[in-house]
């Protein structure tokens, strides 16, 4: 569940900014002291999709929101190094099949992320020469809802045994590495050009940091509600996912963006790779890297 409710707004002479984030357990190293660290503003929770949709229509300054969003505006920029990636398995974004992947005619897809169905699409079409019709998997649903070939799931559903038999499953931040031997960026501080954001960049890299440093205080809090045991939640924050977009990351994210726009998923120009190299180049001696 998304916490709806948001931290009291800071009295301060200074603009006021509009910050959205996802209360997801992937998300928590990230938003851990944020509230509390912004200078000015608030910090507003909501679903992946509405902080996209949020901040396209200017009603947030900056937002983690799913990559394949970033590319969407010539006015997006990458706010901070702090991002949600995988150099491996995720463990939470999985692609179930009930025929052989080159045979599939149906895709339920999560509607709870458009990054990951994204990346389904493209594996799908680019390996296996595959393009299935769609349908969504509402939130809430589980694989036994829908009739589909294949069936991506992701966040808590990913996480908990299926119950079903498959063919075969794919982790698809696996599959993606075995494939193109780069990590995969799912979401990132995003925010407008034009905004008087440069001050959260290293406000948002610091909470990363305490986050990932406060990784088992983050596991045994929140393990309970997700219906995991915290060695799960602990091994998941620290072994299936990695914060800090470098080198390795901005070229998976080039490469990602090349095989969207092919696949007519993202516009074909997007200078965000660019602003996302000034950024990192600015913050390579100021912010100490995450572990």
């Known amino acids: 569940m ?12 200074g603009p006021h900014l509009r910050v959205g984030a996802v209360s997801y357990l992937n998300s928590k190293p990230l938003i851990e002291g944020l509230a509390e660290r912004l200078p000015h503003g608030e910090l507003i929770l909501d679903y992946p999709s509405r902080l996209a949709d949020e901040l396209a229509a200017g009603r947030l300054d900056v937002a983690l929101i799913p990559s394949i969003e970033a590319f969407g505006s010539p006015d997006y920029e990458i706010i901070s190094d702090a991002c949600v990636a995988s150099r491996g398995p995720v463990l939470s974004v999985k692609l179930y099949f009930r025929v052989e ?22 594996m799908l079409a680019e390996r296996f020469g595959v393009l299935p019709r769609f349908e969504k998997l509402p939130m809430g649903s589980s694989a036994a809802d829908t009739t589909a070939d294949a069936v991506l799931l992701i966040g808590d559903r990913a996480m ?9 499953s794919w982790d698809l931040g696996d599959e993606w590495l075995r494939w193109t031997g780069l990590p995969f960026v799912f979401a990132m501080w995003v925010g407008h050009h034009s905004a008087r954001v440069s001050e959260l960049s290293e406000v948002l890299s610091q909470s990363r940091d305490e986050g990932v440093a406060a990784a088992r205080r983050i596991a045994e809090r ?12 602990y091994h998941y924050l620290t072994e299936n996912l990695h914060f800090e977009l470098g080198s390795a990351e901005r070229s998976g994210l080039k490469l990602f963006h090349q095989l969207a726009a092919t696949h007519g998923l993202a516009p074909e120009q997007s200078g965000l790779l660019e602003r996302t190299r000034r950024l990192r180049t600015a ?9």
């Open 160 to 168: 908990q045994p299926v119950g079903l038999e498959f063919h075969e």
């Open 283 to 291: 913050l390579r001696s100021a912010v100490p890297a995450s572990v």
């Open 222 to 233: 929140e393990a309970e509600h997700l219906h995991l045991d915290a060695e799960t939640a």
């Open 101 to 122: 992947p080159g045979e599939v005619g149906s895709l339920a897809l999560d509607a709870g992320s458009r990054t990951s169905a994204a990346l389904a699409r493209i």
């Open 2 to 13: 998304i916490d709806s409710k948001r931290p009291r707004r800071k009295e301060s002479a």
